[in-house]
């Protein structure tokens, strides 16, 4: 089984033409721009031998026939997308299934999920296909117009469909949406986890008062307290992480955000990612622990309000070596073994089915955005490493 | 000469009463309550036997025969103003000058300066009587309805009245509006200066990254640099401060302002306030120094936008020394020497005339406020300590 690049490029040029704006491409799910790009996907399943399949929630499938191996993503993109993100997954997928219908290898099937980009919910198709989220409830999901899930897809009909049930391993090939292998100058990553995360809003409440009569050594300022509070997280968090952790703080909020009052009052976000549960854990212990130290050295008032955390999820073993091994042939001393920083499809399929992923530079690390690129060789190389891996596992 | 403190109780409580509102007053510059308190002030004077004078700006002088000291401050208020503020030295002056009158003492006059509080400008009164703003410029000056100084004053019509050549020196006593008085259980400050400030806003330009998939070794994360920014500061300005000395990061806005988004712009205030315009100076260089460090080690663009800068005012010696004396005598051991941190008309009077300030405790630090209170003990040390500085002044 060969892949063909020329094949490869040209397919994902034509998928790049539904909904194109500029470099970039505008092809939120279930808009006119996706229906006529998944209805051309389908039909360029049916022209390379496999069988096309609309589910309810817009999933496009070609099947193979036989139980065997399913690659795909998505093919729906953010309200201003890039041309790649998950449309280089869906055409590597086809040309691989393509490919190994041709030389008359083992059974490949291909989707492209829908709603990856959360127009209406998050992840939504392969959250519905892999039963986490029953289609009723995501009916009810609404985009920021007020249109449901159940209104859109009805332009799109389809019901049915394989269940997971009909394959034996997913592996999904996306861009890398981040800075690390365009940064090192390599071609390809394979995911050995999708990290999770862990996040909350903390209040420090102080004395607002007069920036001019109160002396420094009788305030009790929430911007000197969360100044505090962040140099303490960085050195509770040194011990606890690895060069993959990330922690951030994005939102912060000051009241009464004046320059000549004392601030009374900070709210702000931390929030931090990693493959492995027991770290996300530590550090939450650490970050509360910061939190208190600042409340019990300042008098300042601490509070934790919302907090959310999602749990990593682990790439399947055998999955994970076989993509080791297709990058070593396609990208021999050019790839590495990375954490994913950003959820994926493979996040709900890796309930139902051994998982694995496969990335490719983000040029600058830059997505979501009409400037997105990825060198061509870069895109070949996910290409062969994606076929490789699933001759190896069929 | 002997002042009264029931006469000045009484008094101070009468003034209470125009624009009394719960345990505060609203009695903003030619407001109603503010006329007609500024009328019943000009017959308080004349029944004292001084002559009372009304000038153009809305100033209210109780005159005596002769060219000697000037007492006073404001009686007009914040928009919710507390009871004490200016009134307690606008009464206070009235009693001194009384009873040097009746005891046959030397001629002390008495002031109640204009919208201090900055209805229209800031200290407008006190700026137009010294000289520094022309009444034609004040009349352009507008309060947040959109009505002029102009328009407001003709409710109060005054013409003339005394320069600062009809005066030897100015006395001022004022609440303190801060903390330091009450912490220390002391009675009496002497101000030895009022202080300056300074004042610029900063810009952190890094990079807006997701915050999932960006590593934190490539991160340009601007709420990072301020965090940096801020604990530098402190320790720059560790050497160079007194315990007087304050600095303030009151107003701090961070964009995107997303938890899942590496912020990649900081905005803030950085102010500070010392009675030395060395200090104050050196402290700008430091910050500013700080900024480039942190640019130059993080690759965040800092750049420094709007800034303001306030000279200080020192108070005469021989009103410091006359003030000190004073203190001694009416609350030995339980005075000291201090800066102010707030503006008052005494900035303005220093320009024209020697000027002196004292100062009575605010509990809790509290003022511009409606619980704004000072314990009556403490009111009459102040009257007494007036009265003294006043006498040896004389």
Redesign the interface.
Known sequence: MQPNPERFLADLHALRAFGAQGKGVVRPAFSEADIASRRWLAAQAEAAGLTAQVDAAGNVFGLAEGKGLLLGSHSDTQPEGGWLDGALGVIAALEVARASREAGGPPISMVSFQDEEGRFGALTGSEVWSGHLPLHEADQLADAGGTTFAAARAALPGEGGPGPGAFTRYLELHI?????LD?AEEQVGVVTAI?G?R?F?ATLTGQQ??????????RQ?A??GF?DF??RLDKAFAPLVT????????????HP???????GRVRF?V?W?DASAERLADMEEAARECLAVVAAETGIRAEVGEAWALAPTAMDPACVAACADGATAAAAGKWRRMP????HDATNVARVLPTGMLFVPSIG?V??NFEEETREADLVAGLMALGAAAAQLS
């Open positions: 890398e949406q981040g800075p690390v940064t990290v995360a996040q809003t008062n007069h920036a001019g009569t109160t002396p420094m050594a009788l300022d911007v000197r100044v962040a140099g060069p993959h952790t990330v922690w951030t703080i994005g939102a912060l909020d000051v955000n004046a320059a000549s009052i004392v601030p976000s929030q990612r994913s920083g950003a959820l690390g997505s979501h």
